[in-house]
């Protein structure tokens, strides 16, 4: 994944943008960097990597190497950005937050027809944002060349660029799969992946942008250069999981949403009469938490916090590559209250279940420290597809869900021509497919928030969510 945040003013905004990218740390791990004009020095432009660092402690000298009225910073999961281009269009800086999943055709067609070349990073890949400048700059202006990229692009692309003159160019993809904000205040103008994080340093908001939109930001304003589309298919997942908290998006905020999500959910087991002599309720943290407290809330069951994280030295678990590393980080990080645990039935709440690996290693360290039930909830639907349009998980392919081993395990390929039985608890593959995976992850219930609940949670329409993760459906 990755995040964003730019800003253009009257005064040095080196400050705030080193901040409101710093805010977009939750966002990725990988690397970061920052490009700024300053009409004595021009373009100016710092990459780093952040795997074991914070993104802070990488740019704190920043303010000694960099100055500008206008700059643009991003924190990236991938490739190393923004980067400085050259062209027919000018110098510019540019970064981008999404997923290109015809790279290779795209860079053969260009190859092909353009008679350019790529600077290729090690095993001949080619830098995504490279490849999004070089199609920007088959046309004669921005916009046209940012609407040609997204076009062309099968996947997802929000886009901001910084032109020699100082202006940002701001585009949000084509679907609005991710947000994109504008704030004001009395010296400039800002552009930010998260809402909160340009009220943090000072903006307040004025807009969103819509799915497709252009502007140009100034000190002295914002200028449309293209009208927002009217579909639009902003992705669900950002209030289960990957949102921050703080953040609103089409007006629901992230952390109201998962106490929505856990009350639907809390109401629904009653309903269904599976909520019997439960100790405690607690989130597997911290995604989960405020699901878990939603619930804890709706159903009257205390909320406890049986194990806690420690994080003052430990990497985030989903940083290293390898799995086996993440799974180890993650059970190191898990610190158990014993007198919350020990002979305690406790049911937790979860973000999603992805792998399945690190939940069930919780699971066992939960009964390690004396359990007597523990059961499982997920604040949302079975995850059947690998995201195609984001890279808000390590990429992860059909195969590594736990949904779709155990769907294999149960059926064979047979099995992938009923995703939508096995989605359904109510159907026979559905109650199959649940019991499989509580067996797998000993746990002595499971339950999936349905795909209505979750949509309920949200609060807007439906058919302007992607909910492709979950349901196949583009």
């Keep these: 994944?990755?995040?964003?945040?730019?800003?253009?003013?009257?005064?040095?905004?080196?400050?705030?943008?080193?901040?409101?990218?710093?805010?977009?740390?939750?966002?990725?791990?990988?690397?970061?960097?920052?490009?700024?004009?300053?009409?004595?020095?021009?373009l100016q432009r710092e990459i780093h990597t952040i795997s074991n660092s914070p993104f802070r402690t990488k740019f704190e000298h920043i303010f000694e190497k960099m100055k500008g009225n206008s700059a643009i910073g991003c924190i990236s999961d991938s490739d190393p950005q923004p980067l400085l281009i050259r062209s027919v269009l000018g110098t510019y800086a540019i970064c981008m937050v999404g997923k290109i999943n015809n790279e290779d055709a795209l860079i053969d067609q260009y190859l092909s027809f353009g008679g350019g070349h790529f600077n290729a990073m090690t095993g001949g890949r080619v830098n995504e944002t490279e490849l999004v400048a070089a199609l920007i700059n088959?046309?004669?202006?921005?916009?046209?060349?940012?609407?040609?990229?997204?076009?062309?692009?099968?996947?997802?692309?929000?886009?901001?660029?910084?032109?020699?003159?100082?202006?940002?160019?701001a585009a949000r993809d084509r679907l609005g799969r991710i947000p994109v904000f504008i704030g004001k205040n009395e010296d400039g103008r800002c552009v930010s992946f998260?809402?909160?994080?340009?009220?943090?340093?000072?903006?307040?908001?004025?807009?969103?942008?819509g799915p497709g939109e252009i502007v140009e930001i100034t000190a002295d304003g914002i200028k449309t250069l293209e009208e927002p589309r009217k579909e639009m298919k902003i992705c669900a997942f950002l209030w289960s999981y990957y949102g921050y908290p703080t953040s609103c998006y089409e007006g629901s905020t992230v952390e109201t949403m998962r106490y929505r999500n856990g009350a639907?959910?809390?109401?629904?087991?009653?309903?269904?009469?599976?909520?019997?002599?439960?100790?405690?309720?607690?989130?597997?943290?911290?995604?989960?938490?405020?699901?878990?407290?939603?619930?804890a809330m709706q159903s009257g069951i205390p909320y406890a916090r049986p194990f806690v994280k420690y994080t003052p030295t430990w990497a985030r678990s989903f940083m290293p590559t390898v799995q086996q590393e993440r799974n180890e980080v993650a059970k190191m990080k898990q610190i158990p209250v014993p007198e919350l645990i020990k002979d305690k039935s406790l049911l937790f709440v979860d973000d999603s279940i992805v792998r399945g690996t690190q939940l069930r290693e919780t699971v066992e360290f939960l009964y390690e420290n004396g359990a007597k039930e523990v059961h499982m909830r997920s604040a949302c639907p079975p995850i059947m597809f690998g995201c195609k349009y984001l890279n808000f998980t390590r990429s992860t392919?059909?195969?590594?869900?736990?949904?779709?081993?155990?769907?294999?395990?149960?059926?064979?390929?047979?099995?992938?021509?009923?995703?939508?039985?096995?989605?359904?608890?109510?159907?026979?593959?559905?109650?199959?497919?649940?019991?499989?995976?509580?067996?797998?992850?000993?746990?002595?219930?499971?339950?999936?928030?349905?795909?209505?609940g979750v949509e309920e949670a949200i609060g807007i329409e439906p058919c302007k969510l992607c909910t492709y993760c979950w349901t196949g459906k583009e």
Excluded at 158 to 163: E, K, P, R
Excluded at 194 to 200: D, R, V
Excluded at 274 to 285: A, L, S
Aim: net charge negative; charged share 30%.
């Design 397 to 452: 392919g059909e195969y590594e869900l736990i949904t779709r081993q155990i769907i294999e395990e149960l059926e064979g390929e047979e099995g992938v021509k009923h995703i939508d039985e096995y989605s359904d608890r109510n159907t026979e593959r559905g109650k199959k497919l649940l019991k499989a995976m509580k067996e797998k992850l000993h746990l002595a219930s499971l339950a999936f928030q349905s795909l209505e």
């Design 264 to 295: 639907i959910m809390a109401d629904d087991d009653k309903k269904r009469g599976e909520v019997k002599d439960i100790d405690y309720v607690g989130g597997v943290p911290d995604s989960g938490t405020p699901h878990a407290m939603g619930y």
């Design 1 to 42: 994944m990755g995040g964003f945040f730019g800003a253009a003013s009257k005064k040095d905004v080196i400050g705030d943008v080193f901040f409101g990218t710093d805010y977009h740390s939750h966002l990725g791990t990988k690397t970061g960097g920052i490009a700024a004009y300053d009409t004595d020095t021009g």
């Design 194 to 209: 998260e809402s909160f994080a340009l009220l943090k340093v000072g903006y307040t908001q004025e807009r969103e942008l």
């Design 138 to 169: 088959r046309k004669s202006d921005f916009t046209e060349g940012i609407k040609f990229a997204q076009q062309q692009i099968k996947g997802t692309a929000s886009i901001l660029v910084l032109t020699e003159r100082g202006e940002i160019i």
